[in-house]
């Protein structure tokens, strides 16, 4: 409601949403699958509205990282080795992993990207929907 007024005062800006890999590939979770990928239309239409203003709108599509919320909920050592599995590269994602790449789509390194959604899941949205990665 308020940063885009001040963003077209400045002469634009950019803004980077939070979306998910499970827009991207649901598994279940219907509502929450539904919410994220509604994040990436809103990020491509507010992309179309604002670019003329200099605004950049980009959006992350994290997959499974190790955060905070996930360890004080418990995993066991074993789900964890489940999600390094299903990770291309064989590492589980943080939060900083997150913020480096929303800080670069907020930088001017990322000047002509707008419209854009940046996957941060180590390729996860790459493999099958089976469990066992060996």
Known sequence: KHA???MKRAGGGAIVNVSSISA???RGLTVYSVSKGAVIA???A?????????IR???VAPGPVYTPMVYQKGMSAAARDQRRKASVLGIEGTGWDIGHAVRFL???LARYVTGHVLVVDGGATLRG???DYR
Not at 46 to 54: E, F, I, Y
């Open 106 to 108: 907020l930088s001017d």
């Open 46 to 54: 507010m992309a179309v509205d604002h670019g003329p203003d200099g």
């Open 4 to 6: 885009i007024p001040a």
């Open 129 to 131: 929907p089976e469990r």
């Open 24 to 26: 991207l590939r649901p």
């Open 57 to 59: 709108v980009n959006c």
């Open 42 to 44: 809103l990020t491509r």
